[in-house]
């Protein structure tokens, strides 16, 4: 049995939780989220709580137990309190720009980078070319985050380009460097 899977989730006041035949539902403040439940296994609410429970002893679903409990305690959270993710943008002349709801970013190409959010994914450029990518649903902002730090990798040598916050950069040096007198 996995130690993850058996875990009971806490379900707050302000969260609605509909459990139908494969289909788990959350509601709550930031708005609302479902995701499929195979039919081995089997969830339950009781006392304020969500269990997800085996229904055979295969090692298929032992290893869905866990991932499952995971995703559910993800969208209790995520209608709740919500996710976010922040990018720093590094490099001279390189700036992100909103217009409207569109991220336009200006990194080095000849021209610039439009990015568009999906539905229920915020983004918000603060000071100091900080992106905050923020929602509800945990997988999405990973996402739309994964796909604005591919527009520009950050580089080695300079550390030029899009990183996370907190990201370290292993860098090189350079060739002068490594040249002996």
Avoid: C, W
Wanted: no cysteine.
């Amino acid at each position: 049995m996995s130690r993850i899977g058996k875990a009971p989730i806490a379900v707050p006041a302000g969260v609605t939780v509909d459990i139908k035949e494969g289909l788990v539902s959350v509601k709550g403040p930031k708005g609302s989220l479902q995701t499929a439940i195979r039919p081995e296994l089997t969830v339950k609410q009781a006392d304020g709580n969500l269990l997800v429970t085996v229904n055979n002893d295969e090692r298929s679903t032992r290893g869905l137990h866990g991932l499952s409990r995971t995703l559910i305690a993800n969208m209790v959270k995520g209608v709740t309190t919500g996710f976010d993710r922040n990018l720093e943008i590094i490099g001279v002349g390189y700036r992100a720009v909103m217009e409207g709801k569109r991220l336009v970013l200006s990194l080095g190409y000849s021209h610039p980078v439009n990015i568009d959010p999906p539905e229920g994914v915020t983004i918000v450029v603060g000071k100091g070319n900080i992106v905050t990518v923020s929602g509800a649903d945990k997988q999405a902002v990973g996402d739309v985050s994964a796909l604005i730090r591919s527009k520009r990798p950050p580089e080695v040598y300079k550390g030029k380009g899009v990183k996370y916050q907190g990201e370290f950069i292993r860098r090189k040096a350079g060739k002068a460097a490594g040249k002996k007198k």
